[in-house]
């Protein structure tokens, strides 16, 4: 089959280092994106299929510099109006390219900026459309969700409660959680780890986790310390160690001892949010040893011989002091799971199952 890939430029992505030609057309293959479209489009790839990935940038034509997309991003924070702007001339170029490509299938990781009227055009020329969503639409409410939704044939979520909302409301939705990317580079190790580390997004109960860790050596980064947060927590600055992205991620948590895992999703507004995270494959990828906040999706996968959780922050502090000291029980949790991912649990294994049920 012959898949179109295709997103929206997002802050994170200039950050990353992806890589976009004139065409509005990314290299997957040398961008190594590793929890986002690329890694689907890499992940297809493998499995023979004829991929061609585009993404709906700031400014069509300008230079496709890093610091400029940057600027642009944060400008449209500001000012909305130029985001619908950048959406409606990256769209309009994308339906050039859907026009003379032939595409059979339509993949996206996230629907929310797409307009109607794009979708209409898209569905016209593309049989099959297929979703991919990180955030259940079925739980927190977006802008014309529902009309959007329909335009896909096939929605696949991570939230298995939130999949069977959406098929309440008719939508062919499926079960898929996330799994580590194919990129080789992905696997790094460090011979030496130190200390106990997060990184992540900060959330107002992430500030009480990161405080419980304070007296382990810990190290985090996260991209929104800053103004008020540092102001109210003075005590973390000295374990704050700025932003990291992309590859640069991955190798400072193959550095640590144990990372701390809360599997918090912003969009569950207060209700279970029983998911798996990017963050859990990846620091299997790179063999460092997690403590992962207890979720029955998560055991589903893993069983108590590979991979540790805590309920609580007591429980959590516990299992620091005690897994601190044991790190050949570490390393061998960790080598079970990475044998459990690469054998079962790479995107390009989640890709294949999405091919087999779109095939039926």
């Known amino acids: ?54 993404r709906v940038v700031p400014f069509a034509g300008m230079p ?5 997309w940057s600027s642009l991003l944060r400008l449209e924070r500001e000012v909305p109006r130029l985001k619908a702007i950048r959406l409606a001339q990256g769209f309009k170029q994308v339906l050039e390219r859907v026009r003379v490509g032939s595409f059979d299938c339509l993949f996206t990781r996230e629907i929310w900026d797409y307009p109607l009227e794009i979708l209409e ?13 990180s955030s259940s639409p079925g739980r927190a409410p977006y802008p014309e969700i ?23 409301r008719g939508v062919n939705a499926y ?60 005590d973390l600055i000295k374990h704050y160690h700025g932003e990291v992205w992309g590859k640069a991620l991955l190798s400072k948590m193959g550095e640590m001892e144990i990372l701390v895992n809360p599997v918090h999703r912003a969009y569950m507004k207060g209700q279970e949010d029983n998911v798996t995270n990017f963050r859990l ?57 990475l044998k459990r991912v690469l054998n079962g649990h790479l995107y390009s294994h989640r890709m294949k199952e999405i091919i087999e049920i779109v095939k039926q």
């Open 121 to 133: 055009s898209i569905k016209s020329k593309i049989p099959i459309r297929i979703a991919w969503l």
């Open 281 to 337: 494959f990846e620091a299997i990828g790179v063999e460092t040893f997690q403590i992962v906040e207890e979720k029955p999706a998560i055991r589903e996968i893993f069983p108590k011989e590979e991979l540790e959780m805590y309920s609580s922050l007591e429980e959590l502090h516990e299992k620091i002091c005690f897994y601190l000291k044991q790190p050949d029980s570490r390393e061998k949790m960790v080598e079970n799971a």
């Open 1 to 54: 089959m012959k898949w179109l890939c295709l997103g929206s430029l997002q802050p994170h992505h200039a950050r990353q280092g992806l890589i976009v030609e004139a065409s509005l057309e990314s290299d997957f293959l040398r961008s190594c994106e590793y929890n986002g479209l690329g890694a689907h489009s890499y992940a297809l790839s493998l499995l023979d299929e004829s991929v061609t990935e585009l």
């Open 175 to 234: 079960y898929l959680p996330f799994a580590l990317a194919d990129y080789p580079q992905v696997r790094l190790r460090k011979s030496q780890r130190q200390g106990v580390g997060f990184l992540g997004t900060l959330y107002p109960d992430r500030m009480g986790l990161l405080r419980t860790l304070s007296c382990h050596n810990l190290a985090f980064w996260a991209p929104n310390f800053t103004g008020g947060t540092r102001i109210m927590y003075p």
């Open 146 to 168: 529902w009309e959007k939704l329909a335009y896909f044939t096939h929605v696949f979520l991570i939230d298995r409660e939130g999949v069977a909302l959406l098929r309440e």
């Open 64 to 68: 496709f510099e890093k610091f400029l």
